[in-house]
């Protein structure tokens, strides 16, 4: 098939969901068209590195003042900030003409901030006069079953704050979007029902029945190749937390984690570190390494030297090093939606995983088996402390979590059935 992919950010290893769904549909011999945007030189690069995988790439970039602007101008209407921030003219442009001279198959349009573009191209098709493409809109995750957790669970006033201006608007567009496309995705049977709610309030009872054939659950997958054990010997006391940091529901895990669960792990096992893995970490973070260098652990295998109980990375080129030689991963998230990628990434790395069972609710993963569910802070940090002190019962769970993710996870089934969902979708 012939697909256009619009994405309003660069698809990036970061950006997982469609760097590696345009990668799995392009090696799948689907001639695929990326259209997206770039705001720096590494992005730029990203993109170009992908080009030689596609037919064509429409890639403008996009500046911080016009995303700004964006949201300045949409601020009095209804419509949410998310949806207008990345709105490219030069982008709308690209995309209608590709529309225009190219015949697709199916436009797969990603998340929120580019479901603009997927509304912008339906004049066009129009005007085409060829058979339709399927239309298709990801919108990964339910956005406002976020920002209504955020709304009350972000540890900044500001999150908060954004949360609450953001939530009644992003209900409306999203129930109304949901009626706008051939097919909508989400990676979890969560987010599916409340996008469907969402529909339902907006259309009332039919409209959201109407609705329910349309929407879909794609999950997200994992690069099993890239993801992979190493075999190399794990720190027995090293616990890793991986994730953007600049994002507001791991500022606020990451947070909580080091305040209410650590001291009890420190408690029991004092040499236990904490590597906190994941780019741009605000001061909020940053400052939980200053809090405890008075509190040093020796380096694992008596070298007689120490390091600080908390590490905070930054950005990192490489986070799998981390991930092969944490004795464990954590991934404490009080409030999230869709799938947790970092929980995926550490059990492809056949690291044994505590999770709580936010992090979990998209996965049907059996507790206790592919990894330990912990529901609160007391809870959390005696799993914790437990499989520090057995390395065979971590190296079981490790085992048991890679096989998880290679039986339910591979991008390349995922690609396959994204390439079914066009086809129905195009009937």
């Not at 921030?85 to 929120?112: C, M, N, Q």
């Not at 009872?205 to 992979?228: H, I, K, M, Q, T």
């Not at 001291?263 to 909020?284: D, H, K, S, T």
């Not at 991934?331 to 999770?355: F, H, S």
């Amino acid at each position: 098939m012939k697909i256009l992919f619009i994405v309003p950010y660069a698809p990036t290893r970061i950006r997982t969901r469609p760097f590696h769904l345009i990668r799995a549909l392009a090696a799948e011999q689907h001639r695929v068209t990326l259209a997206t945007l770039w705001t720096n030189d590494a992005e730029r690069e990203a993109v170009e590195s992908l080009a030689g995988e596609l037919d064509q790439v429409c890639s403008p970039r996009i500046r911080l003042g016009r995303s700004v602007w964006n949201c300045l101008r949409a601020l009095p209407g209804r419509s949410p900030l998310q949806a207008a921030y990345s709105w490219s003219p030069a982008l709308a442009r690209g995309t209608s003409r590709l529309v225009k001279d190219a015949g697709f198959d199916a436009i797969h349009v990603e998340h929120l901030r580019g479901a603009r573009y997927g509304l912008s191209v339906q004049p066009v098709l129009k005007k085409t006069g060829r058979s339709r493409p399927a239309l298709v809109w990801d919108s990964v995750d339910c956005i406002s079953t976020l920002f209504r957790q955020a709304a009350s669970e972000a540890r900044t006033r500001r999150s908060r704050l954004t949360a609450r201006i953001e939530l009644p608007r992003t209900e409306r567009f999203e129930g109304w979007l949901t009626t706008q496309f051939d097919r909508v995705l989400v990676t979890s049977e969560k987010d599916r029902r409340d996008l469907l709610r969402l529909a339902g309030r907006r259309t009332g009872e039919g409209g959201a029945a109407a609705a329910a054939g349309r929407v879909a659950v794609l999950p997200n997958g994992v690069d099993l190749d890239y993801f992979s054990p190493s075999g190399e010997p794990r720190d027995p006391r090293a616990i890793v937390i991986t994730g953007k940091m600049s994002y507001h529901a791991n500022v606020a895990a990451v947070t909580r984690f080091v305040e209410e669960v650590m001291p009890e792990v420190w408690n029991a096992i004092p040499e236990a570190r904490l590597w906190i893995v994941g780019q741009n970490p605000p001061n909020e973070v940053r400052r939980l390494a200053a809090q405890w260098t008075n509190g040093h652990a020796p380096l694992a295998g008596g070298s007689g030297s120490s390091e600080p109980r908390v590490l905070v990375t930054g950005t990192v080129e490489d986070i799998r090093p981390y991930l092969r030689r944490a004795a464990l991963a954590v991934a404490p998230v009080r409030y999230a939606a869709g799938i947790q990628n970092k929980v995926l990434e550490g059990l492809a790395c056949a690291t044994p995983v505590v999770a709580t069972p936010e992090a979990v609710a998209a996965l049907a993963v059996n507790p206790g088996e592919d990894l330990v569910v912990a529901p609160e802070p007391r809870a959390m940090a005696a799993a914790v402390v437990s499989l520090l002190r057995n390395p065979e019962r971590r190296a079981e769970l490790g085992r048991a979590g890679r096989l998880f993710v290679e039986r339910r996870h591979d991008w390349r089934a995922v690609a396959r059935d994204l390439a079914q969902i066009y086809r129905y979708a195009r009937n």
